[in-house]
């Protein structure tokens, strides 16, 4: 905003305060809709043009903010929040096609649509205008068109472009901080703050659990140790999460799919009492094939376009680096066709009821978008356009419920644009995901952070928690309790099956049991 500050200086415009929200009004003025184009970062906003008579609102590129709403013949009620709608409307009606998304395929925040029927969410990259009662939504940024036609990237290339996004959103007047998972993207933006941009009074927040737990990431948090002076941890625990988790899901609004989220919560909980501003490493992972069903997508782009050979070479150093069948087992699966793809879903997630997955499966179109890719760029903007947003939501709700203001670098514009379009091998190279991030920060990079093949961001060892004394019981009751056997979404007997199965450690489904709970609670809490 400093820059467009300058410009419209120039231009003849005189500023008040030191706000961006000042710029952003200015901008309008000078540009109208077009003003959108000229900004870099993230946010939501209305005006209201007087001249026009009519109310215009955006929504940044990549749904970095929320927007949602809510209209009739009489009112248009708009917020940030989906919890404050709720009291003004007059029916809370559930959206069964989204619980179905979140059932069978973990998925939230794939379109407009929200688990609220009748409150809309404007999608990222849109604007709206309203006068005299006619409400029109309009696209204004196209991902695929924007990335068309960029200039190859080198590994300094990229790594001076990360470094002025991450000094941009360096850009301020309150404490800042950094959310420091122990991975590659949370590691890069505080090895380029401290090395590249010499803030070395940066603090930094992490989640641990005790070096013997699955989702610990201390190890890789701890090659710090010998630089920063400001490092501040939380220890999120069975305990804990039995305290918080109801106000955990009143602080979503909107059932989510795993609890990884938590971890985060915490964090910010933690950040709350030292910062007001915090970093964090969201939306690298969807530029740079950070998850490893994307090895799926890049395997079958080499299939079909016959290059065997590279093939063969990665599914040998995946085999070798990382121990597992996953990436073959997705390639298989993006190589299926849809009804295949709906009919193993609905085998894996057996305690779903049969009556209300066979509703909904062929009027969800959730297979054909996101999970048929035709190659690993093609998969990537899928998951910019259908899947990433949820992400970025529970950032924001986590944030914000402890007034800190999360930016996220790897998300400016300039970046994602010049990143997507790279060639595959810049993203997966010898089993390796991020190649160009890792190549471009190794020497600022803490060895062993550079060398890691695992992914865990922010989780959480949730398996055991659901075998707490506490949790069984709680778990045990929710399942016998007439509200949730009276939903219509699960096969009661099943689930319970399936508890007990959990409960002797012959299998581990936390993500399953953490449906339950959460959409029970959620039906409470909302709903009912």
């Excluded at 929200?114 to 029109?136: A, D, N, S, V």
């Excluded at 910062?275 to 969807?286: K, R």
């Excluded at 066709?337 to 509703?359: C, E, H, M, R």
């Excluded at 595959?424 to 190279?429: G, P």
Aim: charged share 30%; aromatic share 14%; glycine share 4%.
């Amino acid at each position: 905003f400093i820059e467009l500050k300058e410009e419209l200086k120039e231009k003849g415009y005189r500023f008040k305060t030191l706000t961006d929200t000042e710029v952003i009004l200015a901008a309008y003025k000078e540009w109208g809709k077009n003003c959108l184009h000229r900004f870099n970062g993230d946010w939501a906003f209305v005006i209201y043009d007087s001249q026009k008579k009519e109310l215009f609102g955006a929504r940044d590129r990549f749904g970095i903010k929320p927007f949602y709403y809510h209209k009739d013949e009489n009112k248009m009620i708009f917020a940030s929040e989906i919890k404050a709608i709720i009291p003004i409307i007059k029916d809370k009606i559930p959206n069964d096609k989204l619980i179905y998304e979140y059932l069978l395929y973990n998925r939230t925040d794939q379109s407009h649509e929200t688990f609220f029927k009748g409150i809309i969410k404007l999608k990222h990259g849109h604007y709206f205008t309203l006068k005299e009662r006619e409400l029109t939504v309009k696209k204004w940024y196209d991902l695929k068109k924007s990335i068309k036609n960029k200039e190859a990237l080198s590994y300094k290339s990229y790594r001076e472009k990360l470094k002025k996004a991450i000094s941009i959103r360096l850009r301020s007047d309150v404490p800042l901080g950094v959310s420091l998972s122990g991975g590659i993207d949370s590691s890069s933006i505080t090895s380029i703050v401290y090395h590249d941009l010499n803030v070395h009074d940066i603090h930094t927040f992490s989640a641990i659990y005790g070096k013997d737990e699955w989702a610990d990431e201390s190890e890789f948090i701890d090659t710090y140790d010998n630089i920063l002076k400001n490092m501040h941890f939380t220890n999120p625990s069975a305990e804990t999460f039995y305290h918080d988790f109801e106000g955990f899901i009143i602080a979503q609004g909107e059932p989510i799919s795993s609890i990884g989220p938590y971890a985060q919560y915490k964090v910010m909980e933690l950040a709350k009492e030292n910062v007001t501003v915090t970093l964090d490493g969201q939306g690298a992972d969807e530029q740079l094939a950070g998850y490893h069903y994307f090895f799926g997508s890049y395997f079958k782009e080499l299939f079909t376009k016959l290059k065997l050979f590279r093939l063969a070479k990665e599914v040998i150093f995946y085999l070798l680096k990382h121990k597992s069948l996953l990436a073959i087992k997705y390639m298989l699966f993006y190589l299926s066709p849809n009804t295949l793809k709906q009919k193993i879903g609905t085998k894996v997630y057996d305690y779903v009821d049969g009556s209300f997955a066979s509703k909904w499966e062929k009027k969800s179109t959730l297979g054909k978008d996101l999970y048929n890719p035709k190659s690993l760029n093609d998969s990537l903007i899928d998951h910019f356009e259908y899947k990433l947003e949820h992400l970025l939501k529970w950032d924001d709700l986590n944030s914000m419920h402890f007034s800190i203001e999360s930016r996220v670098p790897f998300l400016d514009h300039h970046i994602v644009e010049s990143t997507l379009p790279l060639k595959s091998r810049f993203k997966i190279n010898n089993a390796e995901t991020k190649f160009i991030l890792r190549e471009s920060v190794k020497e600022i990079l803490p060895s062993k952070v550079y060398k890691r093949k695992d992914k865990k961001g922010f989780s959480t060892p949730s398996d055991d928690w659901f075998r707490t004394p506490k949790f069984q019981n709680y778990i045990c009751d929710l399942l016998a309790s007439d509200k949730f056997k009276k939903r219509g979404y699960f096969n009661v007997q099943k689930c319970q099956e399936n508890y007990d199965k959990h409960l002797r450690g012959k299998i581990n489904i936390s993500k399953d049991i953490w449906k339950w709970i959460n959409l029970e609670v959620w039906f409470r809490n909302f709903i009912d």
